[in-house]
C-alpha cells in the first residue's frame, strides 16, 4: 500500500478484527516517476506513461493468476487510483471476487456510482491532509482539493459506505492537528493516524525531497503521535519486522523475503515483494511472464540476490536501538542511493522512541507470574497503586518470562456496526463468541432488561496467548481496587483456556503446601474448601481456597496458587508437588478412606474443572490431562468436622 506520508510498515499493520490471508498491491495511480508525494497528475491519454500501464484486460489476466494461487485480499493505492479512467471497472472486478480489499484514495475523484460499489465489505482509507480548505489545499498543491475531498465523504455517507479517515501529520500541518482530529471524528466513527515520519522520494527530485525533509516533524512530535502504535508490541506486527535484514543473514532482504505474504505491483505490471523496490533488476515483469513463476521463483530469488555486507552487520545490524528503529535498507537506498547506509533522522526517532518507552512501560505496563506463565497487562490509561486489588502484589514480576502471554485493555468500544466479525459460535449472555481466521471475538453482551448492548470486546489471537480488550468506561479502571487483570468478572477464561495448551487445568479446588506437600481438596460451593483452609490456617501454607492450578511436568504434577479466593483471602503464587486428591464430605466424625475408582476420580475432577467456552482441541487436552491426574495421584475421601483433627489425620498422609 502506498499512502501518501506513510511508511511501508505502518501502512501494512493488520486491523485485529480482520486477519488476512495472502494478499496483494497493485498501483493504479497515474504518477511521475516512482513515488513522489502529493503530486498526483493527470496524464494526457498519449504519454508515454499512459501507454506503458497495464490495461485493464492484463489486470483481470494477473489478478485471475493470484487468485489460482490463493490471494483473497487486493490493496488499491497510489498516488490517487481513481484517476484511472477505468478505475470503477479495476475496483469492480478485484474487490468482487475477493475476501476483503483496502483502499487508499484521497476522496476527490469519488462519485456517486463510484460511492455505491465501495459499500462493498473491505477498507476505504480517505486521506486528510488539514482542517481547513487552505491547510489542506497547501499540503496537496491541488487548489480545491479539501472541498472535493469533504464532497467525497458526504458521498460515501450518503452510500452508506462505511470509510476510515486517515490523517497524515507533518510540519504543515500540525498546528492544527488537534482539529484535524476532531474533523475526522465528525466525519467518520474510524479514523487512525498515519506514520508520522516520511521517507524520500524514489524518483531522487532534489527540491521534491527537501521538501518531504522539510515537513518531518521532530522526534518528539513523531513519537507522542504514533505512541498508540509503538507501543502495541505483541498485538499487531512489530514495526522492525520482517522487513528490516537480521544481523546474521547473509543477504540482506532473506528475512523479509522467507516471511512475505504480500507482493507488490505497481501501474506497468513490474513485481516484487515490496513497493519501496524501484530497481528493475528486482522486478518481474508480468507482462512477459506469470504471477505463478514471479512468486514461486522469482521473488525467491532474490532473497540471494544482494549479500549483508559487513558495514550493514557491524553498523545498522548490530546497533543497540535496533529493536527501537524503522530502519529498513530500502529506507537507506531512498535516502542515500545505498542499502546500507544509516538514515540520521531514524536514528534520532529510535532514541526518542527508546525513552517514551520506558517511561511508557513504566507507568503503563505491569508483570505477573501463575503457574509459570507471565501476564504482561498494558493499558491506555496509567496504573496506579491501587488499581489492582492487593492480592496481585503476590503475583508480580519484573519482567517478561519465558512463557509470556499478553493483554492490551483500551477504553473506548470500537464501532461493530456493520464489521464482519466471523463465524459466530456462541451468543448467550454474557457472551458473544466469534471465530475469523485464526481469532477469537469475545463480546459482552447486556441482558435485554439491561439494554441488550455491548459493553466489552476482546480480540484473541488462536492460541489466547496475545488480546486486545476494547471496553465501553474507563470509571471502573480509575476506581481501583480491580479483581481480574482482564477486567472481565473474573479471569478464568484466559486462564482455563491456555493452560490446556501448557498440560495444566483449572479447578474448584483449595490448594495448600502442607509441610512439602501438595494437597488438593476438590470441591463444589458449600463442600468445605474454606473451612479446611481455615482449620489448616497457621499449619500449612494456604495458595488459595476456591480455584487451584494443576500443571503436569517431566516430575509430576505441581498444584499452584491463583489471585481467585473465596471466603479466605489468604493468597499465594507459591506452588508444590501435588500428593494427594481430597474429596471432601462434612460430617460428624474425622476420617480418611482411599479412593480407587479411576473413572469415578475422573469423572468428579472432570465436574469440578473450570472451563472457557468448550472447543474441541480444548476437550481432547483437557480430558487427557484430567485422566492422567486420576491415574497418577492418590485420592481420598475425607470426612470432617470443625473440630481440628482432621489435620492430624492429613499429617499421616504419604
Known amino acids: 500500500m502506498n499512502i501518501p506520508g506513510s511508511s511501508y510498515l505502518e501502512a501494512k499493520k493488520i486491523d485485529a478484527f480482520s486477519p488476512l490471508p495472502l494478499g496483494g498491491d497493485i498501483d493504479l495511480t497515474y504518477r511521475c516517476n516512482n513515488n513522489c508525494r502529493h503530486c498526483w497528475i493527470r496524464l ?10 497495464l490495461t485493464f484486460q492484463e489486470i483481470r489476466r494477473i489478478a485471475d493468476e493470484a487468485r489460482q494461487m490463493g490471494c483473497r485480499r487486493w490493496s488499491l493505492s497510489g498516488g490517487e487510483p481513481m484517476l484511472r479512467p ?54 496537496t498543491r491541488n487548489p480545491g482539493s479539501f472541498a472535493a475531498t469533504m464532497r467525497g465523504f458526504r458521498y460515501l455517507k450518503e452510500a452508506r459506505a462505511r470509510f476510515t479517515v486517515q490523517l497524515t501529520p507533518m510540519r504543515g500541518n500540525y498546528h492544527q492537528f488537534t482539529k484535524m482530529l476532531e474533523l475526522a471524528r465528525s466525519l467518520s466513527p474510524d479514523y487512525r493516524i498515519g506514520a508520522a515520519w516520511f521517507y524520500l522520494s524514489a524518483c531522487g527530485d532534489a527540491e521534491k525531497n527537501k521538501e518531504i525533509m522539510r515537513q518531518r516533524l521532530s522526534p518528539k512530535e513523531a513519537v507522542r503521535l504514533e505512541a498508540v502504535g509503538l507501543y502495541d508490541e505483541g498485538y499487531r506486527k512489530e514495526l522492525t519486522g520482517p522487513c528490516a535484514a537480521a544481523p546474521s543473514d547473509k543477504y540482506l532482504f ?36 506469470s504471477f505463478q513463476d514471479c512468486w514461486d521463483n522469482f521473488i525467491p530469488s532474490l532473497a540471494a540476490k544482494i549479500r549483508t555486507p559487513e558495514k550493514y552487520r557491524n553498523d545498522c545490524g548490530s546497533c543497540s536501538l535496533k529493536q527501537d528503529c524503522r530502519f529498513c535498507p530500502v529506507y537507506g537506498y531512498l535516502e542515500h542511493k545505498d542499502f546500507n547506509s544509516k538514515v540520521e533522522y531514524l536514528c534520532s526517532l529510535a532514541r526518542e522512541n527508546r525513552r517514551f518507552k520506558e ?35 503476590y503475583f508480580e514480576a519484573d519482567g517478561p518470562g519465558q512463557d509470556t502471554i499478553r493483554i492490551r485493555h483500551h ?30 471475538v469475545y463480546l459482552g453482551i447486556l441482558p435485554r432488561r439491561a439494554g441488550n448492548g455491548v459493553y466489552k470486546a476482546a480480540v484473541f489471537n488462536s492460541s489466547h496467548t496475545q488480546a486486545i480488550i476494547y471496553h465501553n468506561r474507563k470509571e471502573l479502571f480509575l476506581k481501583g481496587g480491580l479483581q481480574s487483570l482482564t477486567l472481565f468478572p473474573t479471569d478464568q477464561i484466559l486462564l482455563a483456556r491456555i493452560l490446556a495448551d501448557r498440560q495444566g487445568c483449572y479447578l474448584h479446588a483449595c490448594g495448600v503446601n502442607f509441610k512439602g506437600r501438595g494437597l488438593l481438596f476438590a470441591g463444589h460451593s458449600g463442600a468445605g474448601k474454606s473451612t479446611i483452609a481455615r482449620l489448616l490456617k497457621g499449619k500449612a501454607r494456604i495458595l488459595c481456597d476456591d480455584r487451584i492450578i494443576v500443571r503436569r511436568y517431566p516430575a509430576g504434577f505441581r498444584i499452584y496458587g491463583t489471585w481467585s479466593h473465596g471466603d479466605i483471602a489468604d493468597v499465594s503464587s507459591g506452588s508444590a508437588p501435588l500428593r494427594a486428591i481430597i474429596l471432601l464430605k462434612k460430617a460428624s466424625r474425622n476420617r480418611i478412606t482411599t479412593f480407587r475408582d479411576k473413572q469415578a476420580i475422573s469423572r468428579r475432577l472432570l465436574s469440578y474443572l473450570i472451563r472457557p467456552f468448550v472447543t474441541a482441541d480444548w476437550w481432547d ?14 485420592c481420598y475421601v475425607v470426612e470432617f468436622d470443625k473440630s481440628g483433627k482432621i489435620v492430624d489425620l492429613l499429617k499421616k498422609l504419604r
Open 86 to 139: 477505468d478505475f470503477y471497472e479495476i475496483f469492480d472486478y478485484l474487490t468482487g471476487n475477493s475476501n476483503t480489499y483496502s483502499l487508499n484514495t484521497n476522496g476527490t475523484l469519488i462519485t456517486h456510482k463510484i460511492a455505491r460499489i465501495m459499500r462493498r465489505r473491505g477498507a476505504k482509507m480517505v486521506a486528510l491532509y488539514g482542517a481547513s480548505a487552505d491547510v489542506h489545499d497547501h499540503i
Open 44 to 53: 494526457p491519454p498519449d504519454s508515454l506513461e499512459r501507454q506503458e500501464e
Open 411 to 440: 477504553f473506548s468500544l470500537p464501532d461493530l456496526q456493520g464489521r464482519d466479525l466471523g463465524r459466530r459460535v456462541y451468543y448467550k449472555v454474557p457472551w458473544g463468541i466469534y471465530q475469523k481466521e485464526g481469532f477469537w
Open 359 to 393: 517511561k511508557w512501560w513504566k507507568d503503563h505496563r505491569r508483570y505477573f507470574k501463575i503457574a509459570g506463565i507471565t501476564i504482561q497487562v498494558d493499558s491506555d490509561l496509567p496504573f496506579g497503586a491501587d488499581t489492582l486489588h492487593p492480592r496481585f502484589k
Open 621 to 634: 487436552k483437557t480430558l487427557a490431562l484430567i485422566e492422567e491426574i486420576s491415574a497418577g495421584v492418590p
Open 254 to 289: 532473506a528475512s523479509c523475503i522467507k516471511s512475505r505474504r504480500e507482493f507488490d505491483i505497481d501501474p506497468y505490471g513490474r513485481m516484487t515483494f515490496c513497493f519501496l523496490i524501484k530497481d528493475p533488476g528486482l522486478r518481474y515483469d508480468l507482462k512477459g511472464g
